[in-house]
């Protein structure tokens, strides 16, 4: 069943293929038409609600790209027909391939300048992975903004000398449909180094240690939600 394979709201990224190659090639405005999967028809039928509008061919094949949390898959498909739905560009599409699963990175990185606080934590403060306490978010004492975020770790830049391995507490809010959600993390520093056009800048990379589930499924969905904005 496509709907145990695929969550609604997932995003899709849709190329041309050439009739003559049947290779993907791509729209002039970045290569890529993005939509959101807003209902399943049937199995081979699918509604989407695109960013803009745009013109379909509907003798022409596509491919699409659905990417549904951690995995994306790849199918193809003949436009059908357009419609407007409370004021959003709709398409119909009829899938005319088995669905592929793509392989991915683990953890989609993506841009993400937003505002962090963050505290060094004593190694010792872990027992393993798991940290015994963490600190009110108004005692961290740095703040500063981040570079990129994935579900496995984030980076952001300071002008504060952090070292490699280095276990850090961070904090950051991330904007979801029903509100502001705050995060408050621990992490071991993988990478730290200056940068290289800013002298008083350090580039640090952390990746999450002791993180549940629930938060990683949060910010997961979060990481899904900067993508379909870019």
């Known amino acids: 069943m496509i709907e145990e394979m695929i969550k609604k709201d997932a995003s899709?990224?849709?190329?041309p293929v050439g009739r003559d190659t049947g290779k993907i090639e791509d729209f002039d405005d970045h290569g890529i038409c993005r939509g959101i999967i807003r209902k399943f028809v049937s199995e081979t039928e699918i509604e989407v609600e695109l960013e803009k509008e745009i013109s379909l061919d509907k003798?022409?094949?596509?491919?699409?790209?659905?990417?549904?949390?951690?995995?994306?898959?790849?199918?193809?498909?003949?436009?059908?027909?357009?419609?407007?739905?409370?004021?959003?560009?709709?398409?119909?599409?009829?899938?005319?391939?088995?669905?592929?699963?793509?392989?991915?990175?683990?953890?989609?990185?993506?841009?993400?300048?937003?505002?962090?606080?963050?505290?060094?934590?004593?190694?010792?403060?872990?027992?393993?992975?798991?940290?015994?306490?963490?600190?009110?978010?108004?005692?961290l004492e740095y703040e500063d903004f981040m570079v990129d975020i994935s579900g496995g770790g984030l980076r952001f830049t300071t002008k504060r000398e952090v070292r490699l391995n280095e276990y850090l507490q961070v904090a950051f809010d991330i904007e979801r449909e029903g509100?502001?959600?705050?995060m408050s993390l621990f992490g071991q520093v993988v990478h730290a180094g200056k940068l290289r056009n800013e002298e008083d800048f350090y580039d640090i990379r952390m990746k999450y240690v002791g993180v549940t589930e629930e938060e990683r499924e949060q910010i997961i969905r979060y990481v899904f939600q900067l993508e379909r904005a870019e």
Do not use: W
């Open 179 to 182: 509100g502001t959600v705050a």
């Open 12 to 15: 899709v990224k849709i190329f």
């Open 59 to 139: 003798m022409s094949c596509y491919a699409i790209y659905i990417l549904s949390y951690e995995k994306v898959y790849l199918t193809y498909v003949y436009y059908r027909s357009s419609f407007v739905a409370n004021g959003s560009h709709m398409i119909s599409l009829e899938i005319v391939s088995p669905m592929e699963q793509v392989q991915r990175r683990k953890h989609q990185r993506v841009s993400c300048h937003a505002r962090m606080l963050f505290r060094r934590v004593p190694g010792d403060s872990f027992q393993g992975d798991l940290p015994q306490k963490k600190m009110e978010v108004d005692s």
